[in-house]
């Protein structure tokens, strides 16, 4: 069954400690992203990355770290130095072999932090 | 200027109607469309692409892009309860980036 999961679904926390959001896929997909959606708002990138051992700081990179040691696995790890961490965390992922490299997501993590 | 624009709503149509949404991008050199449809609570679901002018086809659902005027649109025929959901538009930038520009959706009711 091809797809993408992501681990937990929901996750409670205490401020100030870091909490690592799971994100895996089975596409064969060589791309993967993190993005955050917050109540009655679009999607904001956080992370990207294109290849395995290299990634890239999107629009909303701050607080937060991500590595991509195999090609399959996009961990993202909200740290404490994260003003805002309470939101919905949705990892996607795409092919980029051929137009248009459409892009799919996960279930999503709902993370609360308190 | 917001780099894709979409009319929040809510869209409220009757059910059996065409629903009409429409999308507006800035980046000329914007590749290729996109269109989600979200659930409350739930994650994007990926029900059309487009990167050619003109007109796509999937079941009840067509795509529409112009990119002399940098629109893109999604037309729901025999618009159902069930389609009621918010519809996010997506944009893959300029040659060469991976990156997704996603508005921040129409929210899409249909009236029983």
């Known amino acids: 069954d091809g797809g993408i999961t992501q681990s937990p679904k929901y996750l409670f926390r205490k401020e100030g400690q870091n909490v690592t959001l799971s994100c895996e896929q089975n596409?064969?997909?060589?791309?993967m992203y993190w993005y955050r959606q917050d109540p009655g708002q679009g999607l904001r990138l956080i992370y990207y990355?294109?290849?395995?051992?290299?990634?890239q700081k999107g629009d909303i990179a701050e607080g937060y770290s991500v590595s991509r040691e195999k090609k399959e696995s996009f961990p993202l790890t909200v740290t404490s130095a994260q003003k805002n961490p309470t939101a919905f965390y949705l990892c996607a992922s795409s092919s980029l072999a051929g137009n248009p490299y459409e892009q799919y997501f996960g279930p999503g993590t709902r993370l609360t932090v308190t | 200027q917001k780099e894709v624009e979409q009319n929040s709503g809510p869209l409220s149509v009757p059910e059996g109607a065409i629903a009409s949404l429409n999308c507006t991008y800035s980046?000329?050199?914007?590749?290729?469309f996109f269109w989600y449809r979200q659930y409350s609570g739930k994650s994007p679901e990926l029900i059309m692409f487009?990167?050619?002018?003109g007109d796509k086809e999937d079941g009840r659902f067509t795509a529409q892009l112009n990119k002399a005027s940098q629109y893109v649109s999604l037309l729901i025929r025999d618009s159902q309860p069930s389609d009621s959901a918010t519809y996010l538009c997506?944009?893959?930038?300029?040659?060469?980036?991976?990156?997704?520009?996603f508005g921040t959706g129409t929210r899409l009711k249909v009236l029983a």
């Open positions: 990355s294109q290849i395995v051992n290299d990634f």
């Open positions: 980046d000329r050199g914007s590749q290729s």
């Open positions: 997506a944009v893959r930038g300029t040659s060469g980036t991976y990156k997704y520009i």
């Open positions: 487009i990167y050619s002018n």
């Open positions: 596409l064969n997909h060589d791309a």
